[in-house]
């Protein structure tokens, strides 16, 4: 099983599982710049470290490595605590690549929207499978990924929030409590 502090240059020496985080998880490693200046309300320290195809970016939030909180901001000026750790984001990205529509969290809307993903994907159960072996990820069931997704962006704090720095406005949440 691969450290922690593995899992990015893991994903970026495998190139198979590089390109099944790219799609239909929307998210690469070469997209780590934001589209414009931003901080934390906090203050604390905010690096991009990937992004996806929308202009959106993934930060880890304060100091240390990829153990650290993983902040999702999209283009449009929403933002969301998504993950604590490296290892949290990929479970999400790998079970539940569609993480973005989720709104009420739900077991029956994760089944919905994953049909839609089959539809066009029918293999796409063997990808995850294989990415998470790749990884030496475990992968959890969809009721802990949503459970974990919802906890950690519904409860994040106000030190959390993105702000847009040119004219010190905050960032809408992406999901509501």
């Known amino acids: 099983m691969f450290a922690v502090q593995s899992l990015i240059a893991a994903i970026a020496n495998d190139t198979e599982t590089a390109r099944f985080l790219a799609w239909p998880g929307d998210f690469e490693l070469e997209r780590a710049e934001h589209v414009e200046e931003v901080h934390l309300a906090s203050g604390a320290a905010l690096e991009g470290f990937a992004g996806d195809g929308a202009g959106g970016t993934f930060f880890f939030c304060g100091e240390g490595g990829e153990d650290r909180p993983v902040l999702y901001a999209n283009s449009e000026g929403g933002a969301a605590l998504v993950a604590i750790g490296v290892r949290h984001l990929l479970q999400l990205l790998l079970v ?80 509501q409590a």
């Not at 969809?142 to 994040?156: H, P, W």
């Open 96 to 175: 539940a690549p569609w993480w973005r529509d989720f709104r009420k969290f739900t077991e029956q809307e994760n089944a919905e929207l994953a049909a839609e993903y089959l539809e066009d994907m029918p293999d796409l159960p063997a990808q995850q499978r294989r990415a998470a072996g790749a990884l030496g990820l475990d992968l959890p069931s969809a009721a802990e990924v949503l459970s974990r997704l919802r906890e950690t962006a519904t409860g994040a704090g106000p030190e959390f929030d993105l702000v847009f720095t040119p004219e010190n406005t905050r960032y809408e949440r992406l999901f």
